[in-house]
């Protein structure tokens, strides 16, 4: 499975951006979907993540009521929508992706398939 990351770049304080993530090679057998960022010095966290079977979605507290993510089976893509954003979101954001769930879909350690990541820079 290869997933590839894109939509990223620089956006004001306030403002919206979506960035998509497309998994091919094998992606029917894709149980879990999540989205991580990583600001410079710092340690890559969890953002938010998406379960196929239930349909299940989770956020980081940071970022809850701001950003979406969903997912287009059909197309195999899952969709991070960004709203409101702060100075604070800026990072480089990762999707990954497990062919089985965890209970820690929060700890990237968990998830052994990644995008190349896409840049999202907030700021006036």
């Known amino acids: 499975v290869q997933l590839q990351a894109s939509g990223g770049g620089l956006v004001q304080p306030g403002g919206s951006v979506r960035l998509s993530c497309a998994a091919s090679g094998g992606s029917s057998s894709i149980d879990s979907m999540a989205w991580f960022r990583q600001a410079p010095g710092k340690e890559r966290e969890f953002v938010a993540a998406?379960?196929?079977?239930?349909?299940?979605?989770y956020y980081a507290d940071s970022v809850k009521g701001r950003f979406t993510i969903s997912r287009d089976n059909s197309k195999a893509i899952v969709y991070l929508q960004m709203n409101s954003l702060k100075p604070e979101d800026t990072a480089v954001y990762y999707c990954a992706a497990r062919l089985i769930w965890s209970v820690q879909y929060y700890n990237p350690g968990q998830y052994s398939l990644w995008g190349q990541g896409t840049l999202v820079t907030v700021s006036s």
């Open positions: 998406h379960r196929k079977p239930t349909r299940a979605t």
